[in-house]
């Protein structure tokens, strides 16, 4: 991951920002549990050492959030909770707000939150639930965000794959995942997505430049 971290800060730093959101958007630490690694439901997952996997999260993050707060008028964290972690995260990124108070963070415990920049607006989710209805439940859950807007997006993982769909005029972004495949990946033959992390820039009317993250 070393490589990908490298790349964000390169962005972070080469230019002034005045603002900066980071979003963790589930199963950050893979497990729900510390000494035996299963999804919330209890689902057998390929094991990981789970404080090892806090230390790694916990460095990588911090790695962002330093240059972030240097280098913006404001910088935010938004966190929603994963099918694999979702208990896990919420008490990870809770140990975040209490490390970097000049961070505004966010962490509802929910399955779904959005934010705004000017006239653009952004829900995030998970993608394990409700994702054919996200435009919709924006609409619905947020009006006031909906309708101060004019550039609207839908964010979203969960499935390991980049998908990017035009929903009615809302842009619906399925990020994938910079991960080497697992067991579980490789069983069902979930190895042919492209191992990538994305870096989007907005102005406060859209999105202006799109960053494309390779580990090499």
């Known amino acids: 991951m070393k490589p990908f971290l490298e790349k964000i800060q390169a ?45 790694d999260a916990a460095n990588f993050v911090k790695s962002i959030i330093e240059p972030a707060i240097k280098n913006s008028d404001v910088a935010e964290l938004r ?13 990870f990124v809770e140990m975040i707000r209490a490390r970097y108070p000049q961070l505004s963070v966010f962490n509802p415990g929910s399955y779904r939150q959005a934010f705004t920049y000017g006239n653009v607006s952004i829900m995030m989710a998970h993608g394990d639930t409700a994702k054919a209805k996200l435009s919709q439940l924006f ?20 499935f390991h794959t980049e998908t990017v769909k035009d929903d009615g005029g809302t842009i619906q972004r399925q990020f994938g995942t910079p991960k080497p495949a697992d067991g579980y990946e490789i069983k069902n033959g979930y ?5 990538v992390l994305k870096v989007l820039e907005y102005d406060v009317n859209g999105l202006s430049v799109e960053y ?3 580990g090499k």
């Open 11 to 55: 962005i972070i730093y080469s230019h002034s920002l005045q603002k900066i959101v980071i979003e963790l958007g589930g199963d950050l630490l893979h497990s729900d549990y510390l000494r035996t690694t299963k999804t919330v439901k209890g689902t057998q997952l390929d094991h990981v050492d789970s404080r090892q996997a806090w230390e």
């Open 191 to 195: 190895t042919m997505n492209q191992h």
């Open 139 to 158: 609409a619905n859950e947020y009006p006031t965000e909906w309708s101060n807007s004019i550039w609207r997006e839908t964010h979203w993982g969960h």
């Open 212 to 214: 494309t993250l390779k």
């Open 79 to 91: 966190a929603i909770g994963g099918n694999h972690d979702f208990d896990m995260q919420w008490a």
